[in-house]
């Protein structure tokens, strides 16, 4: 599956982004969904995840009650809802697909910047 991120950008603390991540390629419905981010000079981590159905979701503590995973099968496309952003929200985002029962992320989108200004 082919992923392609988009709606990135700069927004100041407490504003909103929702970020899109098409796909293509492959049946969207066999995969769960991710979203990562890398801050400069990070490591890439955790950001929230969705079933293959979009029945379960988790997010990490560090997002949670702010931002909202979701993903509409029928338009092949998972989104970030982000809310109250704050400064260290600032990272690139990635979308990743994992195949349903597997075990790790094996497709990966190009990234969109967020930039979150204090």
């Known amino acids: 599956v082919q992923l392609q991120a988009s709606g990135g950008g700069l927004v100041q603390a407490g504003g909103s982004l929702r970020l899109s991540c098409a796909a293509s390629?492959?049946?969207?419905?066999?995969?769960?969904m991710g979203w990562f981010r890398q801050a400069p000079g990070k490591e890439r981590e955790f950001v929230a995840r969705?079933?293959?159905?979009?029945?379960?979701?988790y997010t990490a503590d560090s997002v949670k009650g702010r931002f909202t995973i979701s993903r509409d099968n029928a338009k092949n496309a998972v989104y970030l809802q982000m809310n109250s952003l704050k400064p260290e929200d600032t990272a690139v985002y990635y979308c990743?697909?994992?195949?349903?029962?597997?075990?790790?992320?094996?497709?990966w989108g190009q990234g969109t910047q967020v930039t979150v200004s204090s």
């Open positions: 990743a697909a994992r195949p349903r029962r597997g075990v790790e992320y094996d497709a």
């Open positions: 969705i079933s293959w159905s979009g029945g379960s979701t």
């Open positions: 390629g492959r049946t969207f419905s066999n995969y769960d």
